[in-house]
């Protein structure tokens, strides 16, 4: 018996260039498939998902709109309770119905609030605050405010002090107006009121605002990307270690490093959104308290306000000549040519004057 192995034929390379082909097409389908097998089930998950809350609303609906009405009508009230105790030791139906009864009706009354509240409490909303003080010390509100953000377990983010530039808007955040300072403020979202009415002792309140973003539908968006993206690098991973070709492995590793590169953006922009969530930013503008001005207290200074006045008169009425100035000549030249036509107009009449009695005498 002949054991020697089979001697493989060596294949040309336009055969294995085929054989490739056909490898990373096949891997192309079965992927494309995936891809149509999954946006089906997610379709009819999302059917199924619309169908429950639909039949949940119309069961609720009918609860609260049908079964008052029928209770009443078959005597079953809430105010029947004595009348019904018998009822509940010989047959033991009335006690079910009345405790349906009860709980439609705390679910009615409280379904509103409820419902409102677990709502409100699961709203991710950016809340940003901004403010202009006017300050006799720039850099000692700029600490004082510092020492009020640690305080509330918060920090500053940045700061500018004596200088008239305003910060770059950043996170939808508008600049406060120009002043001789600004600081930002990052502190928890829920001390945000009291922040803001703090800043009221630490100086001149010119201007305040507090603004609210709701990223609720961006970061549930997000959430999705980041599951999706994960169990798609599982599964590529998965695929690698099953790979048994070399082209098969290089094909998922090239898509394992795209989902990778995406998982790792959409994690990073959820975290930047939770983070300013959960940290409200205060962007607080310093403007320098001008002194006020000394009034008059002897001769001299009475007569050195005097001179101001009167050199600031006389730059107003020099001004007030210069703007006049074309217009005046304007409306002399128009005069002149007013003058000259009436002069004009009187010379004929007085030719024609002489000479109408010129005329009669000589008849």
């Given amino acids: ?81 004595a009348a019904s105790a018998p009822s509940d030791a010989s047959g033991g139906a009335t006690q079910p119905l009345s405790g349906s009864a009860k709980e439609l009706s705390q679910s009615a009354d409280g379904a509103g609030s409820g419902t409102a509240a677990s709502s409100t409490a699961q709203r991710d909303i950016i809340r940003t605050g901004s403010a202009t003080l ?24 940045s700061q500018q002090i004596g200088s008239s530039q305003t910060p770059v808007a950043t996170g939808g955040i508008v600049p406060p107006p120009a002043g001789d300072g600004w600081v930002t403020l990052r502190v928890p979202a829920t001390d945000l009121p009291a922040v803001m009415d703090a800043l009221r002792s630490e100086g001149t309140v010119l201007s305040t605002s507090i ?15 980041v599951d999706s993206l994960t169990a798609s690098v599982q599964r590529l991973t998965q695929l690698m ?11 998922a590793e090239t898509a394992l490093t795209d989902r990778q590169g995406q998982l790792q953006s959409a994690q990073q922009q959820l975290k930047d959104l939770e983070s300013q969530v959960d940290m409200s930013s205060v962007q607080v503008s310093l403007v320098h308290q001008a002194p006020a001005a000394a009034d008059p207290a002897g001769f001299g200074d009475g007569l050195a306000t005097g001179w101001t006045s009167l050199i600031v008169s006389l730059n107003a009425l020099v001004i007030a000549f210069g703007f006049l100035l074309p217009w005046l000549v304007v409306a002399a030249v128009i005069a002149t040519i007013l003058w000259a036509l009436l002069r004009l107009r009187r010379t004929r009449r007085a030719r024609r004057a002489a000479a109408s009695p010129a005329a009669g005498s000589a008849d």
């Fill in 1 to 81: 018996m002949n054991t020697t192995p089979l001697a493989l034929p060596d294949l040309p390379d336009d055969a294995v260039d085929r054989i490739e082909e056909g490898v990373f097409a096949q891997i192309a389908e079965e992927r494309h498939a995936d891809e149509v097998r999954s946006s089906a089930s997610r379709g009819r998950a999302r059917r199924r998902g619309w169908l429950t809350v639909g039949g949940i609303a119309a069961a609720f609906v009918v609860g609260v709109l049908v079964t008052p009405p029928i209770l009443q009508a078959t005597g079953f009230s809430s105010g029947s309770s």
């Fill in 134 to 157: 006017q300050v006799s010390d720039v850099r000692a509100t700029a600490d004082a405010l510092a020492t009020l953000a640690q305080k509330h377990g918060g920090y500053v983010e």
């Fill in 211 to 225: 603004s609210q973003n709701d990223v609720t539908a961006t970061t549930t968006d997000l959430h999705a990307q």
């Fill in 241 to 251: 270690s099953q790979a048994t070709s070399v082209s098969d492995l290089l094909t």
